[in-house]
């Protein structure tokens, strides 16, 4: 019998469990991304500044080419509502934050500008910084995936998220792991393509993993079908050791989702979970269920070793089981 694929990387339900160091240095990794991108506000701020400091009343900072951006982010607009607003509408906001805010602040107006603008431009960043976890997890998995095939010696192509092309991967690609909606390869006549946060229909949710047995051509009409999935799983990438627990009812939930659905379709795709946080009781849980047959597969994020085994499983599981 062949052993169970989790044996690979993990001999306890201790291997599991997130390490102090490991959860240390996730919140580093959280903190540099947040400066780095706090730097770019920063300097766009000064931009602002620099310009508005030319005039002398509020008024006239209409009359500054390149700065109306700003002036609307300082309105209080996020980029998204911009998609959406006239040019009427935009003028009545940079209008508003003229009359009801700069004259009002007098002499000191470009001051109010920027703290308006950073306001706005901050809230935003810390929106996006709470989805950053998720990011840089969504890297580092990709990361391992498209290792395990290089050393593998298999060429494989990623779509781009925007155009939804599949261009051939190169080692120069450095943006693979940063934007890649998916990947593909072929192994030993066997067709896989991993996307990435797929609504799958047999499931109704959202998927943050899915292995099909499809070529990208046959993925717009084979994914409607029970049989073209191979894996299902979740990735979560909170490391703040209070969330831990509240993720991984949500995966479970989700995985419990997805065994229903395609056992009704006589279907029964492996599962498995990959988390950042796993405290010792959760480590518990996801143990007991790879040992029933719940999870054919789990891992801990911040241990390279199993994160590479559960990248290479998924590689080449599928197509050594056939």
């Not at 960043?125 to 095939?149: D, E, P, Q, Y």
């Amino acid at each position: 019998m062949t052993p169970a694929p989790y044996l690979a990387h993990l001999q306890s339900l201790d291997d599991l469990v997130t390490t102090y160091e490991a959860i240390r240095a996730g919140f580093l990794a959280l903190a540099l991304e947040k400066n780095r991108k706090a730097s770019r506000l920063v300097g766009e701020a000064r931009a602002l500044q620099a310009a508005a400091l030319a005039v002398g009343k509020p008024g006239d900072l209409r009359d500054i080419g390149g700065i109306r951006i700003g002036l609307l982010t300082a309105s209080g607009l996020s980029d998204k509502s911009l998609n959406h607003l006239s040019e009427e509408d935009k003028e009545t906001a940079i209008d508003g934050l003229i009359k009801e805010y700069l004259e009002p602040a007098g002499e000191r107006f470009v001051e109010e500008l920027v703290f308006r603008f950073l306001l706005v431009r901050g809230d935003s960043l810390g929106g996006s910084m709470r989805n950053m976890a998720g990011t840089i997890a969504h890297r580092k998995f990709v990361r391992a995936v498209v290792s395990a095939l290089s050393i593998a010696g298999v060429s494989f192509r990623w779509q781009h998220p925007r155009t939804r092309t599949w261009l051939a991967a190169s080692e120069n690609d450095v943006e693979i792991e940063e934007i890649a909606r998916g990947l593909t390869w072929q192994l030993k006549g066997h067709n896989r393509t991993l996307l990435f946060n797929l609504t799958a229909p047999i499931v109704k949710n959202n998927v943050d993993i899915c292995l099909l047995n499809l070529a990208p051509t046959e993925i717009s009409s084979g994914y409607r079908k029970p049989e073209s999935y191979l894996a299902l799983g979740e990735l979560k990438g909170g490391i703040d050791p209070a969330g831990a627990d509240e993720h991984w009812k949500t995966a479970r939930s989700a995985l419990e989702r997805i065994r229903a659905s395609l056992t009704a379709e006589d279907a029964s795709p492996a599962t498995f979970f990959i988390g950042a946080a796993i405290e010792r009781r959760m480590a518990g849980e996801i143990w007991e269920q790879l040992q029933n047959g719940h999870l054919s597969n789990a891992a801990n994020l911040n241990n390279e070793m199993q994160l590479a085994s559960i990248a290479q499983w998924l590689c080449g599981w599928c197509y050594l089981q056939e």
